[in-house]
């Protein structure tokens, strides 16, 4: 299958010239629709540029095609939910209305009551744990890539966009100290982009939680912070994708001596160490079961065994449940 980039030459366009463009569009379309039919999880524009390399795309048209992307989902040529969600600009206490009418509503209810059993949680995954595990990302591709892996294990997914803002990083704080003081060792796994800034998120994630430490009274003293990708020696396992250059998300490059950061000991280090090229979170969606094989790191601090004992102990609680409710209709019905 080909995906390749359809370009409008310069000046103006003669009718067949355009008629080949609408054509290219509509093929490339057609792609990436195509594809999104055998993924099992969405991914941003940006993630689609990775998978479309695959596909003819070349690294040095990747913003174009982005902006392609978001132009064909404003124009219907693609579905606009073909591109992951940003959660954080979803509208809130929006309406939910109910399709039924009054008998076949209360038909629904009474209907429900034999599987209420299944939603009755009485204790926490974590309880019988001396681990409290959360994990932190880059970018929204990689929210949806570990998706599967965090909610087998019951392990908090927060996608915090590069530097995360007061509100989300004391959220996550508190969990931590509420956990701590339950005795646990407390652990947060991050992954995120291989540039210097996405390197030093994760040298940085203890600062910025000791800046909040009054606020919040807690801080990350006893906290273990694992940086488990994206990392040099699995990007050269996978044959990630590097971009040559070290543009970052305001449009500035910190291999330009002009960037305000450039001179930085952190940037300074890693031009030291790998040039003027990084590797985006992004590129595991192109290797998506190669991505969801991190989840070593989850099964680094949590027993493999932990799920089954958990949900065996889940379900004694949901037939104790199940039996209360079906003695309660009785009584009522007698």
Known sequence: ?????????????????????????????????????????????????????????TKGEFDAAQTLINECRKSGDLPLDICADDNGRLADHLEDIDDLNSSDYAARIIGNIQYAHLWYTPFSFWDDLDIYVEMIVEKVDLKGLFSPVCAEFHVPLTNLKGWSDLNSRAALMRRFADKEAEGKQCVALHCGDHDPGGIAISDFLRSNMLDLGRAIHWYPDNLIIDRFGLNLDFIEEQELTWIDNLETSSGGRLDDPKHADHFKPYVQSYLAQLGFRKVEANALVVRPEAGRELRKAVLQYIPVTAVDEYNAKLLEARETARSEIEALLRGGLA
């Open 1 to 57: 299958m080909s995906a390749a980039l359809p370009k409008r030459s310069r000046g103006r366009q003669s009718r067949e010239a355009e008629k080949r463009y609408r054509a290219g569009v509509e093929s490339f379309c057609a792609a990436i629709q195509q594809i999104a039919s055998t993924l099992d999880f969405r991914v941003s524009s940006r993630g689609w540029c990775y998978i479309l390399e695959e596909h003819g795309l």
